[in-house]
């Protein structure tokens, strides 16, 4: 196959910026299996030499909880991530499909709450979270995730492209409005329920900022503030530092790769339908 010369220059455009959006991830994963100390190369290496598991070694040797801030991280993205698709999709369906009063007044009043930053709401959360007696709790982290208003407007845009005449249909067929939404609506939402789940989980998982706020025990933390925690007062073992982020990388990769196929077929999807 021959390519025309415009049609080299975006592939060439986009396999260098391919290269340049992965090679950190790569140079992490070249550092986490190099066998280094406190000092960390100068410049970026493009392979493991040595070649060695040890930094792995002895990140599970010193860092005993390690595995439990991995349980603790899938937890709490996972359920979240669980919730977000249940509850933006219900919540994407009743406002892009019923119609009751105000809703267009409820919508653009939720949307607005984008335009608050997280951190102004860390004092009320911290206080609310404080007198339901969740402080160093996992759910503390959980229950203030469980609605996103992203979520909400994604699943409206995308179930607004669907057409009503299927639910009519369902429910001349006898279907209760909660057989309509879970046998009609529901698997037509796969693509835009996949990008839901990989941008839910990915926040999640990479939080940070609450999760220390609120968590006290090392025994409770994810995986992100474990990690950050392994940097030392006065000396820092960056072997043990690439090799906590590199292990904490695997499952968000793992969980994009598992989900890309409907992810990009809701790109596509919402590319073709205006």
């Known amino acids: 196959m021959i390519l025309r010369p415009n049609r080299a220059l975006t592939w060439l455009f986009l396999a260098l910026t391919t290269v340049i959006a992965l090679f950190p991830m ?31 070694v002895r990140l599970l040797t010193n860092a005993k909880d390690y595995l439990r801030w991995g349980a603790n991280s899938i937890f709490v993205a996972g359920t979240v991530t669980l919730w977000h698709v249940l509850f933006d999709t219900l919540s994407g369906y009743a406002f ?14 939720i949307l607005s ?28 982290v959980i229950l203030p995730g469980t609605a996103a208003v992203f979520g909400i407007f994604l699943m409206r845009q995308y179930i607004q492209t669907l057409p009503s005449e299927l639910e009519d249909a ?15 609506i529901l698997p037509l939402c796969k693509p835009a329920i996949a990008a839901l ?18 968590l006290n025990k090392s025994i409770n933390y994810t995986l992100t503030v474990g990690v950050a925690g392994l940097q030392g007062e006065f000396s820092t073992d960056y072997g043990i530092i690439f090799a906590g982020a590199a292990l904490a990388a695997l499952p968000m990769i793992a969980f994009f ?8 077929e809701g790109v596509r999807m919402g590319a073709v339908k205006g």
Not at 118 to 139: C, E, M, W
Not at 170 to 184: L, Q
Not at 197 to 214: H, K, M, Q, T
Not at 257 to 264: H, V
């Open 26 to 56: 790569y140079w992490l994963f070249v550092m986490a299996l190099t066998p280094i100390g406190t000092i960390p190369p100068s410049t970026p290496a493009l392979f493991p030499d040595p070649f060695s598991l040890s930094n792995i």
């Open 96 to 109: 892009a499909k019923k119609r009751f009063p105000l809703r267009s007044v409820f919508f653009w009043v």
């Open 170 to 184: 369902a429910r001349i067929d006898g279907c209760n409005e909660f057989a309509v939404f879970w046998n009609v």
């Open 113 to 140: 709450t984008l335009m608050i930053p997280a951190q102004v709401t860390l004092v009320p959360l911290y206080i609310v979270t404080r007198q339901l007696g969740l402080i160093d709790n996992l759910f503390a």
């Open 257 to 264: 790769l598992a989900f890309q196929k409907y992810f990009l």
């Open 197 to 214: 789940a990989i941008f839910s989980f990915v926040r999640n998982w990479n939080d940070f900022l609450w999760p220390l706020i609120i």
